[in-house]
Protein backbone atom coordinates (compact mmCIF):
# COMPACT_ATOMS: atom_id res chain seq x y z
CA UNK A 1 0.00 0.00 0.00
CA UNK A 2 1.58 3.32 -1.12
CA UNK A 3 1.10 7.03 1.06
CA UNK A 4 -0.37 9.22 -1.10
CA UNK A 5 -0.99 12.64 -0.82
CA UNK A 6 -2.20 14.58 2.38
CA UNK A 7 -6.00 14.52 2.11
CA UNK A 8 -7.28 16.35 6.06
CA UNK A 9 -4.87 17.38 9.09
CA UNK A 10 -6.54 17.41 12.03
CA UNK A 11 -5.79 18.42 15.75
CA UNK A 12 -4.01 14.71 16.67
CA UNK A 13 -4.20 13.40 13.41
CA UNK A 14 -3.24 13.61 9.55
CA UNK A 15 -5.20 11.74 6.94
CA UNK A 16 -3.44 10.63 3.48
CA UNK A 17 -4.98 8.99 0.80
CA UNK A 18 -3.60 5.79 -0.48
CA UNK A 19 -3.34 4.04 -4.19
CA UNK A 20 -6.67 1.90 -2.99
CA UNK A 21 -9.44 4.36 -2.79
CA UNK A 22 -11.37 2.62 0.11
CA UNK A 23 -8.21 3.20 2.33
CA UNK A 24 -6.52 5.85 3.95
CA UNK A 25 -3.22 6.15 5.67
CA UNK A 26 -3.63 7.78 9.47
CA UNK A 27 -0.37 9.40 11.31
CA UNK A 28 -0.16 10.10 15.08
CA UNK A 29 0.73 12.99 15.66
CA UNK A 30 2.46 14.20 19.22
CA UNK A 31 -0.04 17.03 19.88
CA UNK A 32 -2.37 17.33 22.68
CA UNK A 33 -5.22 19.73 22.77
CA UNK A 34 -8.14 20.47 25.02
CA UNK A 35 -10.70 22.74 26.00
CA UNK A 36 -11.21 23.31 22.21
CA UNK A 37 -7.82 23.50 21.12
CA UNK A 38 -7.31 26.98 23.83
CA UNK A 39 -4.91 24.72 25.67
CA UNK A 40 -1.96 23.34 23.80
CA UNK A 41 1.81 21.45 23.90
CA UNK A 42 3.69 19.08 21.57
CA UNK A 43 4.12 16.13 23.86
CA UNK A 44 6.85 13.48 22.43
CA UNK A 45 5.62 10.19 22.13
CA UNK A 46 1.68 10.84 22.74
CA UNK A 47 0.99 9.56 18.40
CA UNK A 48 2.65 6.08 19.43
CA UNK A 49 1.29 5.54 22.53
CA UNK A 50 -2.66 6.63 20.84
CA UNK A 51 -1.60 4.66 17.41
CA UNK A 52 -1.07 1.15 19.76
CA UNK A 53 -3.41 2.04 22.36
CA UNK A 54 -6.10 2.21 19.28
CA UNK A 55 -4.90 -0.13 17.35
CA UNK A 56 -5.19 -2.76 20.25
CA UNK A 57 -8.31 -1.83 21.38
CA UNK A 58 -9.87 -2.25 17.82
CA UNK A 59 -8.37 -5.61 17.19
CA UNK A 60 -9.75 -6.80 20.41
CA UNK A 61 -13.39 -5.26 19.07
CA UNK A 62 -13.00 -6.66 16.02
CA UNK A 63 -12.54 -10.31 18.00
CA UNK A 64 -15.88 -9.38 19.89
CA UNK A 65 -17.83 -8.30 16.58
CA UNK A 66 -17.46 -5.10 16.70
CA UNK A 67 -17.08 -3.52 12.80
CA UNK A 68 -15.01 -0.51 13.03
CA UNK A 69 -13.07 1.20 10.38
CA UNK A 70 -9.34 -0.59 11.44
CA UNK A 71 -7.36 -2.58 8.88
CA UNK A 72 -3.98 -2.70 10.08
CA UNK A 73 -1.44 -0.97 11.84
CA UNK A 74 2.16 0.24 9.63
CA UNK A 75 4.18 1.50 12.12
CA UNK A 76 4.79 2.72 15.97
CA UNK A 77 2.20 5.93 14.54
CA UNK A 78 0.55 4.97 11.71
CA UNK A 79 -2.37 2.61 10.89
CA UNK A 80 -4.74 1.91 7.67
CA UNK A 81 -8.24 2.63 7.68
CA UNK A 82 -10.88 2.06 5.87
CA UNK A 83 -12.04 5.79 4.42
CA UNK A 84 -15.47 6.66 5.49
CA UNK A 85 -17.88 9.41 5.68
CA UNK A 86 -17.60 10.62 9.22
CA UNK A 87 -21.30 11.53 10.61
CA UNK A 88 -20.63 14.56 12.59
CA UNK A 89 -21.66 13.51 15.87
CA UNK A 90 -19.38 12.61 19.00
CA UNK A 91 -21.02 9.34 20.88
CA UNK A 92 -20.23 10.13 24.02
CA UNK A 93 -20.89 7.21 26.68
CA UNK A 94 -20.99 7.83 30.43
CA UNK A 95 -20.87 5.17 33.18
CA UNK A 96 -19.92 7.37 36.28
CA UNK A 97 -20.52 11.46 36.81
CA UNK A 98 -17.02 13.54 35.39
CA UNK A 99 -16.30 15.74 33.45
CA UNK A 100 -18.80 18.46 31.40
CA UNK A 101 -21.06 16.51 32.73
CA UNK A 102 -20.42 16.49 36.42
CA UNK A 103 -19.93 20.48 35.94
CA UNK A 104 -23.03 20.97 33.72
CA UNK A 105 -25.23 19.63 36.46
CA UNK A 106 -23.56 20.47 39.16
CA UNK A 107 -22.52 16.96 40.48
CA UNK A 108 -19.42 15.57 42.11
CA UNK A 109 -17.19 13.32 39.79
CA UNK A 110 -17.11 9.44 40.11
CA UNK A 111 -20.44 8.83 40.95
CA UNK A 112 -21.73 5.32 39.44
CA UNK A 113 -24.64 6.52 36.91
CA UNK A 114 -27.93 4.54 37.05
CA UNK A 115 -27.04 2.90 34.22
CA UNK A 116 -24.68 3.69 31.09
CA UNK A 117 -25.86 7.04 29.45
CA UNK A 118 -25.26 8.18 25.84
CA UNK A 119 -25.37 11.59 24.79
CA UNK A 120 -24.86 13.23 21.24
CA UNK A 121 -22.66 16.33 20.68
CA UNK A 122 -22.15 18.16 17.20
CA UNK A 123 -19.36 18.07 16.22
CA UNK A 124 -17.97 21.65 15.07
CA UNK A 125 -15.02 23.70 16.76
CA UNK A 126 -16.68 26.92 16.14
CA UNK A 127 -19.68 25.99 18.40
CA UNK A 128 -17.97 24.35 21.20
CA UNK A 129 -19.20 20.38 19.79
CA UNK A 130 -22.93 21.53 21.77
CA UNK A 131 -25.11 18.77 22.99
CA UNK A 132 -27.94 18.04 20.85
CA UNK A 133 -30.81 16.00 21.47
CA UNK A 134 -32.16 13.15 19.13
CA UNK A 135 -35.07 15.48 17.57
CA UNK A 136 -32.52 17.74 16.57
CA UNK A 137 -30.14 15.25 15.04
CA UNK A 138 -33.38 14.41 13.06
CA UNK A 139 -34.48 17.86 11.91
CA UNK A 140 -30.91 19.41 11.40
CA UNK A 141 -30.74 16.03 8.68
CA UNK A 142 -27.23 14.77 10.23
CA UNK A 143 -28.74 11.59 10.46
CA UNK A 144 -31.95 9.64 10.58
CA UNK A 145 -33.85 8.49 13.20
CA UNK A 146 -33.31 4.27 12.78
CA UNK A 147 -29.41 5.67 12.05
CA UNK A 148 -29.14 7.37 15.93
CA UNK A 149 -31.04 4.00 17.35
CA UNK A 150 -28.36 2.39 15.79
CA UNK A 151 -25.63 4.26 16.78
CA UNK A 152 -26.66 4.15 20.42
CA UNK A 153 -26.96 0.56 20.39
CA UNK A 154 -23.62 0.26 19.13
CA UNK A 155 -21.95 2.80 21.77
CA UNK A 156 -23.95 0.45 24.21
CA UNK A 157 -22.37 -2.38 23.37
CA UNK A 158 -18.78 -1.01 22.68
CA UNK A 159 -19.23 0.17 25.88
CA UNK A 160 -20.02 -3.49 27.18
CA UNK A 161 -17.01 -5.06 25.98
CA UNK A 162 -14.52 -1.95 26.51
CA UNK A 163 -15.56 -1.66 30.13
CA UNK A 164 -14.89 -5.60 30.16
CA UNK A 165 -11.14 -5.17 28.62
CA UNK A 166 -10.40 -2.32 31.71
CA UNK A 167 -11.44 -4.30 34.08
CA UNK A 168 -9.43 -7.18 33.33
CA UNK A 169 -6.12 -4.59 33.60
CA UNK A 170 -7.40 -2.51 36.87
CA UNK A 171 -8.76 0.46 35.02
CA UNK A 172 -12.52 2.03 35.54
CA UNK A 173 -13.73 3.11 32.15
CA UNK A 174 -15.56 6.55 33.31
CA UNK A 175 -16.72 7.53 30.35
CA UNK A 176 -15.84 7.67 26.21
CA UNK A 177 -16.68 9.47 22.78
CA UNK A 178 -16.94 7.49 19.58
CA UNK A 179 -17.78 8.53 16.19
CA UNK A 180 -18.61 6.78 13.22
CA UNK A 181 -18.77 7.00 9.53
CA UNK A 182 -20.05 5.23 6.36
CA UNK A 183 -18.30 3.26 4.26
CA UNK A 184 -18.41 3.37 0.34
CA UNK A 185 -21.72 0.86 0.76
CA UNK A 186 -23.09 2.80 3.33
CA UNK A 187 -22.41 0.84 6.61
CA UNK A 188 -21.76 2.17 9.63
CA UNK A 189 -18.52 1.50 11.62
CA UNK A 190 -16.93 2.36 14.39
CA UNK A 191 -14.06 5.75 13.27
CA UNK A 192 -11.45 7.86 14.94
CA UNK A 193 -9.69 6.34 18.20
CA UNK A 194 -10.36 4.51 21.12
CA UNK A 195 -7.59 6.31 23.46
CA UNK A 196 -6.66 7.42 26.65
CA UNK A 197 -7.03 10.82 24.65
CA UNK A 198 -11.14 9.91 24.31
CA UNK A 199 -11.35 7.57 26.96
CA UNK A 200 -11.27 8.76 30.65
CA UNK A 201 -9.63 5.70 32.69
CA UNK A 202 -9.08 5.56 36.38
CA UNK A 203 -6.92 2.84 38.20
CA UNK A 204 -9.85 0.95 40.07
CA UNK A 205 -7.61 0.79 43.42
CA UNK A 206 -6.49 4.14 43.54
CA UNK A 207 -8.53 5.97 40.86
CA UNK A 208 -5.55 7.94 39.81
CA UNK A 209 -5.96 8.91 36.69
CA UNK A 210 -4.47 7.83 33.54
CA UNK A 211 -6.05 9.68 30.33
CA UNK A 212 -5.85 13.09 28.75
CA UNK A 213 -7.17 14.77 32.14
CA UNK A 214 -3.46 14.55 32.93
CA UNK A 215 -2.80 16.93 30.46
CA UNK A 216 -6.24 18.89 30.75
CA UNK A 217 -5.47 19.53 34.79
CA UNK A 218 -2.21 19.56 34.93
CA UNK A 219 -2.31 16.40 36.73
CA UNK A 220 1.32 15.06 36.02
CA UNK A 221 3.30 13.28 33.17
CA UNK A 222 0.51 12.19 30.14
CA UNK A 223 2.78 9.19 28.79
CA UNK A 224 3.56 7.63 32.23
CA UNK A 225 -0.04 7.57 32.25
CA UNK A 226 -0.85 6.41 29.12
CA UNK A 227 2.10 3.89 28.88
CA UNK A 228 0.69 2.20 31.85
CA UNK A 229 -2.38 1.78 29.90
CA UNK A 230 -0.28 0.33 27.09
CA UNK A 231 1.40 -1.71 28.89
CA UNK A 232 -1.38 -2.99 30.98
CA UNK A 233 -3.08 -3.85 27.51
CA UNK A 234 -0.14 -6.06 26.93
CA UNK A 235 1.42 -3.50 24.10
CA UNK A 236 5.20 -3.11 23.50
CA UNK A 237 6.18 0.13 26.14
CA UNK A 238 9.07 1.86 25.99
CA UNK A 239 9.49 2.11 29.82
O1 LIG B 1 -15.78 16.64 28.43
P1 LIG B 1 -16.78 15.54 28.60
O2 LIG B 1 -17.02 15.15 30.02
O3 LIG B 1 -18.06 15.81 27.86
O4 LIG B 1 -16.13 14.27 27.89
C1 LIG B 1 -16.71 12.98 27.94
C2 LIG B 1 -15.74 11.97 27.31
O5 LIG B 1 -15.60 12.22 25.93
C3 LIG B 1 -14.33 12.04 27.90
O6 LIG B 1 -13.81 10.74 27.98
C4 LIG B 1 -13.55 12.86 26.89
O7 LIG B 1 -12.19 12.49 26.85
C5 LIG B 1 -14.25 12.50 25.59
N1 LIG B 1 -14.26 13.60 24.63
C6 LIG B 1 -13.45 13.54 23.49
N2 LIG B 1 -13.46 14.58 22.59
C7 LIG B 1 -14.26 15.65 22.77
C8 LIG B 1 -15.10 15.72 23.91
C9 LIG B 1 -15.07 14.68 24.82
O8 LIG B 1 -12.74 12.56 23.29
N3 LIG B 1 -14.24 16.62 21.86
Same mark, same amino acid.
Request: net charge negative; with cysteine; glycine share 6%.
Given at each position: ?? /? !????? %???? +? *? &?????? =??? @? ?46 ? /? !????? %???? +? *? &?????? =??? @? ?52 ? %? ?92
Amino acid at each position: ME /K !KELLY %EGKA +K *R &VYLTDD =ENT @VWIEYKDSATAYNGEKKAEIVGKGRLNNEITSLLFSKLAEKGILSHFI /K !KVSET %EQLV +K *R &VNIIPL =EVI @VRNYTAGSFSKRLGVEEGQKLKYPLVEFCLKNDDLGDPLVTDDQIDVLDIAAPD %EVLLLKENAREINTVLTDFFKEIDVRLIDFKLEFGKDADGQILLADEVSPDTCRLWDIHTNEKLDKDVFRRDLGNLTNAYETILGRLGGPTHV
